[in-house]
């Protein structure tokens, strides 16, 4: 395989969510094919891409014979088999590498990985029986944050201990998956940077923003995140080190908590394209999307560059749904819908977008205007 890929290549794509539809329309605008693995029939990536295998991720068979109609592979989702990835790897670049999927899908690795490379994270501790969690919780204190150590996302798998009487029944309830304790972050904010590293090193990271989160999911970015110079500083430096410690090619988001004290520790990190990148589709020339392709097709990463202010909400479960008419008819909503058939309570739809004047991002009642019948006011 020769890289950069030709125009007309086919990139395989694990995994047939938005985060591949969104991928696939990049690499459609850059002339590219994409050719999606996925188990589900008509998925959101399917419905955009130039081919399709429906498959487990896992069927040996299925896997060669996906190997061999493309030219290199990716993947939008973590909870794929990284043995299957293996396999893949054995017949075409799978970008990022099967290992940084394996990192990425387990917290222990994560966090031993990212404190080895040099990146705080809350404290932590693993734990297979109730002993060990008393232990740990007599180290790291309450509250504290149990959490399996697989297959986790959007608060799934987890669960917040604030006094000892609750530790027996969250035990209970995530046991028998291996679990890991965190220590409680009284974080003053959420933020992330997406950054794209290619096969020659080069990095291009997009600007750190402010995530907030309702019942566990994703709600708001915020881009750019309002945080100090410093911070903003340490955040992009910590996403650098990271994606050059996992000799990264592909895309990476860093999800992190600044606390009190302008401290930025990892939460956790993704080597795909992020909900929290979303923004960028509308407020910057290359959005994560075509990063991502430009990464793992072997394209010049050029310095990214935001060209709006922007905020980002997400379209969840049926009662966002149910509000599309007037979303498209507000002025100044970029609405983004995935196709998905059925919206089910806590089901990521859509999102939109709302773009303001580079340095014109404003403060929270301007935020809730600008998103029409999508914004709540804040409290009082
Ligand atoms: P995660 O699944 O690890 O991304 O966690 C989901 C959300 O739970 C995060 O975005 C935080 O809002 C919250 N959370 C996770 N871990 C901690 C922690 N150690 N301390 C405080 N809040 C946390």
């Not at 290199?72 to 590498?97: M, W």
């Amino acid at each position: 395989m020769t890289f950069p890929l030709h125009p007309n290549s086919t990139i395989g794509l694990v995994g047939g969510g938005q985060l591949g539809r969104m991928s696939a329309l990049a690499a459609a605008r850059l002339g590219y094919r994409c050719h999606i693995l996925t188990r589900e029939v008509d998925s959101p990536a399917t419905q955009v891409a130039h081919a399709v295998t429906i498959s487990d991720y896992a069927d040996p068979a299925s896997l060669r014979a996906f190997a061999e109609a493309v030219d290199v592979i990716s993947f939008e989702f973590e909870n794929v088999s990284a043995e299957g990835l293996d396999l893949l790897a054995s017949l075409k670049p799978v970008r990022p590498a099967p290992a940084i999927l394996r990192i990425s899908q387990d917290r222990l690795a994560e966090k031993t990985f990212l404190n080895g490379a040099g990146a705080t994270t809350a404290p932590w501790a693993p734990v297979a029986s109730l002993a060990e969690l008393q232990e740990a919780v007599g180290r790291l204190g309450l509250p504290a944050v149990l959490k399996t150590t697989r297959l986790g996302y959007d608060g799934k798998g987890q669960a917040t201990l604030r006094s000892p009487d609750d530790l027996a029944p969250a035990f209970e309830r995530l046991n028998p998956k291996p679990l890991v304790l965190e220590g409680f972050v009284n974080f003053a904010q959420e933020v992330s940077v997406v950054i794209a590293r290619g096969a020659d090193g080069t990095l291009s990271a997009f600007d750190t923003v402010e995530n907030r989160h309702r019942d566990h999911i994703l709600d708001l970015t915020l881009a750019p995140a309002r945080i100090p110079v410093a911070v903003d500083q340490a955040a992009q430096e910590i996403a650098r080190n990271v994606a050059t410690a996992l000799d990264l090619i592909g895309l990476l988001a860093v999800e992190m908590f600044v606390d009190a004290t302008g401290r930025v520790l990892v939460n956790e990190i993704a080597p795909r394209p992020h909900n929290s990148g979303h923004w960028t589709i509308d407020a910057c020339p290359a959005s994560q999307f075509e990063l991502h392709i430009r990464s793992i097709a072997g394209l010049p990463l050029l310095p990214v560059v935001r060209h709006s202010d922007a905020v980002m909400k997400n379209l969840v479960g049926p009662e966002d749904t149910a509000l599309w008419p007037q979303i498209v008819a507000t002025p100044g909503l970029i609405p983004h819908l995935y196709g998905k058939a059925e919206a089910r309570p806590g089901r990521k739809m859509g999102h939109v977008t709302h773009l303001f004047p580079k340095g014109a991002l404003p403060g929270e009642f301007g935020i809730a205007d600008a998103l029409g019948v999508l914004g709540t006011p804040p409290a009082p």
